[in-house]
């Protein structure tokens, strides 16, 4: 029996590389629907060539042409933000890769997990904006989160086998992306070109900036919290400029466990949908003597302010990495259509957190009203 994989976001970085591992494992799993927000073209290639029961487009008003495009084939074609939701609990599907961006992937992923549905978490906002509501949920429905996103894979292979044995501290690497040594004068006039251009990852535009901004590395700190059950003051924020080491584990004797190679998210996504096998790669191999330094360094949290605030949303608990992550969401929308710059995105963060209403016990109701309010006061900052 294939394994039926849900692949949410398909035409995205991390949905077309699953798609590529799908393509070469296809003895194996099986695409049992194909999602999309926008690029239509993309989504109707793929669904021609992997043949899924469903493919859904988030925005209703590209239905049509994809409608149209897919009549001489069996697929069902559904739109909206409600048949994601809906397609995730299909009777088949084993496994749901949630791939999309940003706070979208909420509502679907808590459907799959009340469907039972095991989850490849590569979007990582749904565990920032409302990681005790899910995690909560997977131990209820018995599902299992298997991490995508690079470093928390590395984690997750790190402590298979250590037997229970507890975790002293999480080393949560990072690259540092396009402005490690940059000034704070400089970060002022920095571009979007700039920010997009990441030194070792090719990944989509907001994720992007989310690492030039070290945003990301602040929302993997509240991801790694989540998903392995440690407090923020145990996990470590390493800058490590050549992403070789994808993280580690430091255990109670001191020793630190690693997990490394080339940069390349098709690892840590055929992981998770393989584990706890492992797949024949073709993928090239990581070579010493082209990487002769490896290099550390402590991540400058008064330059890149976003770390400060992902700590201290975190300490806060209750809807506040909610109103971070929908402020985020604002400014980083803003600067890739100029209208913002670099710096002035973490002030609007900051002035979002200080007014929009906190509230420490947040039902799914909660933050869907703390996303809309806190996307309004952040929009009219600037
Ligand atoms: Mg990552």
Redesign the pocket.
């Known amino acids: 029996m294939k394994r039926q994989l849900a692949i949410l976001g398909s035409t995205g970085s991390i949905g077309t590389q699953a798609l590529e591992v799908v393509a070469e494992h296809s003895d194996l799993f099986e695409v049992y629907a194909l999602t999309a927000n926008n690029q239509v073209d993309l989504l109707i290639n793929q669904a021609r060539r992997f043949m899924p029961e469903v493919v859904v487009i988030a925005n209703e008003q590209k239905y049509p042409e994809l409608k149209e495009a897919l009549e001489d084939l069996p697929i069902k074609v559904w739109a909206g933000a409600e048949a994601i939701a809906q397609v995730v609990q299909a009777g088949p599907i084993d496994m749901v890769l949630t791939a999309m961006v940003g706070y979208a992937g909420l509502r679907p992923t808590i459907a799959a997990i009340k469907a039972g549905k095991a989850i490849a978490l590569a979007n990582?906002e749904t565990l920032v904006v409302a990681g005790e509501l899910i995690t909560a949920l997977a131990l209820e429905h018995q599902v299992p989160i298997l991490p995508v996103?690079?470093?928390?894979s590395a984690i997750f292979q790190c402590l298979n086998g250590a037997n229970g044995n507890p975790i002293e501290k999480l080393l949560l690497t990072a690259s540092g992306g396009p402005f490690l040594h940059k000034s704070r004068e400089e970060l002022v006039v920095v571009t979007k070109e700039q920010a997009l251009k990441h030194p070792n990852?090719h990944m989509g535009a907001k994720?992007t900036i989310d690492?030039a901004s070290m945003m990301?590395?602040g929302f993997?700190m509240i991801e790694a919290k989540w998903l392995f059950g440690v407090a923020p003051e145990q996990i470590q924020i390493v800058v490590h400029p050549q992403s070789v080491i994808?993280s580690m584990v430091q255990f109670e004797d001191g020793a630190v466990i690693a997990q490394l190679g080339i940069p390349d998210m098709k690892l840590p996504i055929a992981y998770a949908f393989s584990y706890p096998q492992r797949m024949k790669s073709q993928a090239p191999r990581l070579d010493f003597n082209q990487y002769a330094t490896l290099t550390f360094e402590e991540p400058d949290m008064e330059r890149f302010r976003n770390l400060a605030f992902a700590f201290e949303a975190v300490r806060q608990g209750g809807n506040m990495p909610c109103i971070l992550n929908a402020a985020n969401e604002v400014v980083v929308a803003a600067f890739l259509e100029d209208r913002i710059g670099f710096l002035q995105m973490s002030d609007v963060i900051e002035q979002t957190m200080a007014k929009a209403p906190f509230l420490a016990k947040p039902s799914y109701e909660d933050y869907v009203q703390t996303d809309a309010e806190a996307r309004r006061i952040a929009a009219e900052l600037f």
Do not use: A, F, T, V
């Open positions: 990582k996103d690079s470093e928390h990852w994720i690492s990301n590395k993997e994808h």
